[in-house]
């Protein structure tokens, strides 16, 4: 198998972490801290690749020198290693060498698919905290793409990584129970027009939610598309068609 430590060199103009000198430093210091000889990390790096099954995890004395006084980058099987034994943040590390996992659904952004997709990024990690804008109450729905459009730099740094270009986004107040169980409170929703990303199949459940609601709180729905299946889905006396002449 061959190495990957292509992957893991730092593209040029990359932001690393410099809290603690080069990344070799720092796993250096990590193996100091913990008063382990080299043979002692070359031992626990065998000991892993023989549960794991495969020589890729192993690292020899020699490497392990390379990495934390050449600067080698090391292959993502032995960074694996490193982290394991040295009992360090395996996302962490990868961010030293100018990888950082938590940006991965922002640039995931950068390249929109036009077709229906699960997003299995992991969730942030525990100590993550987002800020919510003080004007929003969350007992109420707000609709939040209003805060950047205002101004509100607190509300341009909860938004801070959508398309607010191409996209609007809604709160759903902790009291409102009018959508549910199609949206439970304290849901963050994207809008969008129903027939960009939508299967069929869901237009149709999308308008039959729209339908409960207005029977419910009463008033009146106006939604506006361009797909002719959402179109045919109304009943025909709330339909209206228009032409460009």
Known sequence: MCALSHFLRAPAGAKRDDNMDRPGEKLKRARERLKL??????KASQNIAQRRGSDEFSIALSR????????????????YTLSAIYRLDFTDVLGWYG???????????????????????AAPSKNSTVQLPPEIDLNSTTFLSHLSRRGNKTGLLFLSGWDLRQHRYGFIGLEDWSMFP???PGSLVLIDEPELHL????????????QGIQRRRGGQIILATQSGDLFGFAPDHSRLLLRTH
Do not use: C
């Open 64 to 79: 392990l020198a390379d990495i934390e006084h050449k600067g080698t980058v090391p292959t993502i099987f032995r960074l």
């Open 99 to 121: 990888v950082p996992l938590e940006q991965l659904p922002h640039d995931a952004q950068l390249n929109p698919l036009n077709e229906t997709h699960a997003a299995s990024f």
């Open 37 to 42: 000889t080299y043979r002692d990390v070359e």
């Open 199 to 210: 299967h069929t199949h869901w237009q149709a459940k999308l308008l039959e939610m729209l």
């Open 182 to 184: 199609v949206l439970r």
